[in-house]
């Protein structure tokens, strides 16, 4: 049934029923090709003054309160700016609720209201029995709507930067915006709670996020290491088997090997490992050291002087002087 024609017949005959202009538009997604605008009148449900307009979507209809409805409303917010806020310096936001309170208690709800001639705390009293309970739950006010994660790990809101879990990188994700917070859910799993920021291009990270990701760089670095000191010598496995049981930290010892293996050549280091093993000598070290002095020149070789046994004895040596010796006179 036409909505027009079911307001119509559940309005009571002996109410006068109010006409205003309105605009219907027909819906695109009927089999008609016909999306022609028409003027009506239409019934309105509020009062005699045309305070309401009812106008067309695509489905159905939708109601629209005028100036004249929503004028109540905005006509108490600006009563407490021009009676409280106006005038009024605010140290910080908390000291604005006990303020508040000691106005409500002394101005706004002792005084007569203009159109129920009553005060305001006489009314809340008769009210307040007729009052339902709060839900146990707040209500969740944040706007959720999806977003898509970079290969960065980073979710862009207004030009901020945010950062998920590597896992996440490059996935679509459900985004729950708050003032104060934003979080991240895959599914139905949370997996990133930030502070918002209303600041501009900037990047906002959990350090969490990207423990796990140096982790496993870590890894991936020390066993690429690895592979390119096995790949110098034969005699590198054994060699870094000793390693791991004589000293403690393998792979500082093996990073600073393969670098000396670009210095020297893999041959010098290989014969380096090979006389390290001999000698039982574990460390990077130990390494530098042979191949430090295989690179230092040696000193030319000087003539040889022989000396004989007589030629040891005869020596001339200076006479003695005795005169610290003698006793001194006393005079």
């Known amino acids: 049934m036409d909505p027009v024609h079911l307001h119509r017949s559940n309005w009571p005959e002996s109410r006068p029923v109010p006409y205003l202009w309105c605009s219907r538009r027909l819906s695109t997604h009927s089999n008609t090709a016909d999306s022609r605008q028409s003027r009506t009148h239409v ?60 106005w409500l208690e002394t101005v706004a709800n ?3 209201h203009g159109q129920t001639h009553r005060k305001p705390i006489e009314l809340f009293s008769e009210e307040k029995s007729r009052l339902q309970p709060l839900p146990i739950m707040p209500y969740d006010c944040a706007v959720v709507r999806p977003i898509g994660t970079n290969g960065c790990c980073r979710v862009v809101l207004a030009t901020n930067r945010y950062s998920v879990p590597p896992l996440y990188a490059s996935q679509k994700l459900t985004l729950k915006l708050y003032p104060d917070q934003l979080l991240l859910f895959h599914h139905e799993k949370l997996i990133a709670t930030h502070p918002r920021s209303y600041d501009r291009r900037q990047n906002v990270t959990n350090p969490d996020h990207t423990k796990d990701l140096l982790v496993q760089r870590k890894k991936a670095r020390d066993q690429t290491l690895l592979l390119t000191f096995l790949a110098l010598s034969s005699h590198a496995q054994a060699y870094a088997r000793k390693l791991e049981d004589k000293r403690l930290n393998t792979s500082h010892h093996v990073q600073k090997i393969v670098a000396l293996s670009e210095i020297y050549g893999p041959q010098k280091v290989d014969r380096a490992l090979q006389d390290a093993l001999a000698f039982q000598a574990y460390g990077c070290e130990y390494i530098a050291n042979i191949l430090e002095q295989w690179e230092r020149p040696g000193l030319p070789p000087a003539a040889l002087h022989l000396t004989r046994r007589q030629d040891l004895l005869d020596l001339d040596l200076p006479p003695a002087d005795l005169t610290p010796y003698e006793p001194k006179q006393n005079s």
């Open 43 to 102: 019934p309105a449900t509020g009062g005699t003054d045309g305070s309401l307009e009812i106008v067309s979507c695509t489905r159905g209809y939708w109601v629209q309160f005028a100036i004249q409805a929503k004028g109540r409303v905005e006509n108490g917010v600006g009563y407490v700016k021009k009676n409280f806020l106006n005038g009024l310096e605010i140290p910080s936001f908390p000291a604005v609720n006990p303020a508040a309170r000691q």
């Open 110 to 112: 002792v005084r007569l």
